[in-house]
C-alpha cells in the first residue's frame, strides 16, 4: 500500500506501491519485494497481489519520532492488521481518532482514507503484517459468517472507518504460525495462489473467532491494572527468551513482580493457555518453522528448544501435528 509520509520540512516521500486493479485482480499471485531508505526512516517491504485479496509485511525503522502520512486509495479494502513488535500511536484526523499500536496484537479494520500523524520511539524496529481484502470479496466471504462479522460487514458499507473492535487482542500462536506459513510459502503458480488465498481466510477465521470470545465474555476481567497486564505480557516474553531452560511458575512469578495466583490467571485471560500450555505450543511451532526452513536437523532442533530426548520431542510433534518430524520437513 502507498503511503505518503512527510518529514520535518514538509517533503513528501511515497513508501510502497498503489494497490493498483492490475495487482489485487490478478488471477495468479503478483509479488513485490522492495528496500526504502529516506531521511525519516528505512523499510524493508514485501507486497503479494491476487484474486481481490494483498498482503504487505515489512520492517520498518524510524528516525523521526512523528511523521505527518496521507493515504487515499482507490480500491476500497478491508484489513486484517497485526502489529509483531513495537509499538507507537496513530492519529487520523478525518475520523478524529487516536489509536495506541501495542506489540503482538491485532485488528480488523476499514480505513477508505487516512490523513494524520504516527508517533514513534525513534531507532525502534517495527514489524508487521496486513491482509486487505477488497470490499466486496469481504462482504462476499462473511455474509454467511459469524454474528460479529456480518455486523462489521454492515458497518462497512456506509464507506466510514471502522473497527472490528476498539480494543486491540493479542496474536496467538496459531495467528502467528499461519502469518509465518505465509511468508514462507515454497509454492509457485497455482499452486501458491491456492495456498495464499486458503491461508488468508484462516487467519479471517481466527481472527473473528477471538474477537467473538472476547464479546462473549461476561465474567469479571481477572487484571483489572494496567500494570497487571503490562506484568502479564512481559512474562511470556521472559518465558519465551528462556525457552530451552524455562522457569517454573513461582520463578515466573517472581520475575514478573505478581504472585503465582494471578500470573496463572492473567495469563490465561491474556493468551487463552496455561503458562505450560502456552510455551509448549510455541516451542512446537517454532519447530515446525525450523524443519520447513531446513535450517536445522531434528537433533538440533529438539536441543535448542529444551526436549529432554529427541523421542520426546517427535512424540509431542507428532501429537500436535498429527505428521511426525521427519515427515514435516
Known amino acids: 500500500m502507498a503511503l505518503s509520509v512527510y518529514d520535518k520540512s514538509n517533503k513528501e516521500y511515497v513508501v510502497g506501491h498503489s494497490i493498483d486493479n492490475f495487482m489485487i485482480n490478478q488471477p495468479l499471485v503478483t509479488e513485490r519485494r522492495e528496500k526504502f531508505s529516506f531521511p525519516f526512516g528505512d523499510a524493508e517491504l514485501v507486497q503479494i ?4 485479496i494483498f498482503i504487505v509485511y515489512g520492517d520498518v525503522m524510524v528516525r523521526e519520532n512523528r511523521l505527518r502520512i496521507k493515504s487515499f486509495d482507490e480500491n476500497e479494502l478491508v484489513e486484517l492488521h497485526f502489529s509483531i513488535y513495537g509499538g507507537g500511536i496513530i492519529e487520523n484526523f478525518l475520523t478524529k481518532r487516536r489509536i495506541a499500536i501495542k506489540p503482538n496484537h491485532h485488528n480488523i479494520i476499514y480505513t477508505p482514507d487516512f490523513d ?62 499461519c502469518i509465518n506459513d505465509i511468508m514462507n510459502c515454497h509454492f509457485t503458480g497455482g499452486l501458491k495462489l491456492l495456498f495464499l488465498q486458503s491461508k488468508c481466510v484462516e487467519l479471517l477465521a481466527l481472527q473473528a473467532q477471538a474477537f467473538e470470545l472476547a464479546d462473549k465474555k461476561t465474567a469479571a476481567p481477572k487484571l483489572k491494572s494496567a500494570y497487571d497486564k503490562e506484568r502479564i505480557h512481559y512474562a511470556r516474553e521472559y518465558l519465551l527468551a528462556h525457552v530451552n531452560n524455562p522457569p517454573s511458575l513461582t520463578q515466573l512469578a517472581k520475575v514478573a513482580g505478581i504472585n503465582e495466583f494471578k500470573l496463572k490467571e492473567g495469563f490465561k485471560e491474556t493468551f487463552q493457555n496455561t503458562v505450560f500450555g502456552y510455551l509448549s505450543d510455541y516451542k512446537l511451532m517454532k519447530a515446525k518453522e525450523l524443519l520447513t526452513n531446513g535450517e536445522m536437523d531434528i537433533k538440533n532442533i529438539s536441543d535448542e528448544l529444551g526436549y529432554s530426548s529427541v523421542q520426546h520431542f517427535s512424540n509431542a510433534f507428532s501429537k500436535k501435528f498429527g505428521i511426525s518430524p521427519g515427515k514435516a520437513r
Open 116 to 177: 494524520g500523524t504516527a508517533e514513534f520511539p525513534i531507532d525502534q524496529k517495527l514489524k508487521f503484517f496486513e491482509v486487505h481484502f477488497d470490499r466486496e470479496r469481504f462482504i462476499d466471504l462473511t455474509k454467511d459468517s459469524s454474528v460479529l462479522l456480518r455486523r462489521f460487514a454492515d458497518k462497512i458499507m456506509n464507506n466510514k472507518s471502522v473497527e472490528i473492535s476498539q480494543t486491540d487482542l493479542p496474536i496467538s500462536l496459531a495467528m502467528h504460525s
Open 49 to 52: 497481489g491476487f484474486s481481490g
